[in-house]
């Protein structure tokens, strides 16, 4: 452990903590846009500067290891000047388009900025145009609101070892591009949308049907859609799931998903997905409720195990399943049923 002084208050980390997690260790708050915990590295945005007692130096909170003996002020008025600075330069090239951006009510840079009381461009504009690009069923790029805080780019290489981006030219110029700035469902893209979770402002857009709207709650739950199990908060709003969200805390996927677990759960709410059991009826179809479809299962499975014993009945369970389903499957078919007879799509 080192010990530092923030504000005056001593905190003890983990020796290799950078200053900006000494200060969330302690409840202290340093804004910031380019950094993220799930990604290493940060330094770009230089809104987190914070000032080193006795040298003066202003150092970045977010890529500056705490070391034993440090002090720093979070909060002095050349703190404060330089935040105000550097979040007057990144309005400077970014439109205030708020009242009809996507990311309006999750915006990391207006949120800081409304802290910092600043409201309008206080520096010319200044921005190449650049269009919205629409290039897969996923997400939008609208580069026009890129911060280069190159979150998008870390995230991508070191958390998903894709590197479908790279930043691009330097100063106000630099925005993530793919290579040969290739259109991104050309690149090696493979849409798990980290990045788009991760972007501070509205520049990476998910598309509808998910991610839209504000939810009443979110509610922990592993994903259905294959055996890693990721571990995800849905947003729900009058019973329908409104987002996706990764990174409960100890999950086994962080803050990653797949481009399933992101953005594939719409068909939860789907007019064509099946809610009612069915049972064939005279050669049709026709839609019972649950204890007659569990009924019919009962009658047929007990007939079978009456007439050829129970090992002429076998199970099998499925990967889109918890642990906990499948635990109950093979209990069904071993203490119920009476056979051993069960096995798992994983090992096919
Ligand atoms: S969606 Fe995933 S793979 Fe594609 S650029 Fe973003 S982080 Fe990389
Ligand atoms: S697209 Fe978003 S995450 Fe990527 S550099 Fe721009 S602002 Fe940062
Ligand atoms: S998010 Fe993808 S990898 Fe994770 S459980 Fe769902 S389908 Fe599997």
């Known amino acids: 452990m080192v010990g530092v002084s923030l504000n005056g208050r ?12 000494a200060a969330e260790s302690a409840g202290l708050s340093i804004p910031t846009l380019c950094y993220h915990p799930a990604v290493a590295g940060g330094g770009t945005c230089r809104v987190c500067l914070v000032e080193e007692e006795g040298s003066g130096r202003l150092v970045t909170a977010c890529d500056t290891r705490a070391e034993e003996g440090m002090a720093v ?9 330089a935040r105000r600075t550097m979040l007057e330069l990144i309005f400077s090239a970014h439109p205030f388009h708020c009242e009809v951006c996507e990311s309006n009510n999750s915006c990391e840079l207006k949120k800081i900025a409304s802290r910092e009381g600043i409201s309008g461009r206080e520096l010319p504009f200044s921005q190449d145009y650049r269009p919205v690009v629409d290039a897969n069923p996923f997400y939008l790029r609208d580069l026009s609101k890129c911060i280069s805080c190159g979150l998008c780019v870390r995230a991508c290489q070191e958390v998903q070892g894709v590197g479908a981006y ?45 991610h839209r709207g504000g939810e009443d709650r979110a509610v922990v739950t592993t994903c259905p859609y294959c055996g890693v199990g990721c571990c995800m908060e849905l947003l729900v709003r009058d019973g329908s799931i409104t987002g996706v969200r990764a990174g409960v805390p100890a999950s086994v996927n962080g803050y990653s998903l797949c481009v399933k ?28 409720s649950w204890d007659e479809a ?47 007879n069960i096995d798992h799509c994983a090992r096919l």
């Open 10 to 21: 001593r905190v003890e980390v983990r020796e290799g903590s950078t200053l900006l997690q």
């Open 73 to 81: 002020r979070l909060d002095t008025d050349r703190v404060k000047e």
């Open 166 to 210: 790279e930043m691009k030219g330097s100063g106000a110029q630099a925005h993530p591009a793919a290579s040969m700035d290739s259109p991104v469902d050309l690149s090696v893209c493979e849409f798990c949308g980290l990045c788009v979770s991760l972007c501070p402002v509205g520049a990476l857009i998910a598309k509808p049907p998910l």
């Open 261 to 288: 677990g992101r953005f594939g759960l719409d068909f939860v709410d789907h007019p064509d997905r099946l809610t009612r059991p069915l049972l064939r009826r005279d050669g049709e179809l026709v839609e019972v």
């Open 294 to 340: 569990l009924d019919e299962v009962t009658r047929r499975l007990s007939a079978v195990v009456e007439e050829s014993g129970p090992d002429a009945v076998a199970f099998l369970s499925s990967a889109k399943t918890t642990n906990e389903e499948n635990y109950l499957l093979q209990k069904f078919a071993r203490a119920v049923v009476g056979t051993n």
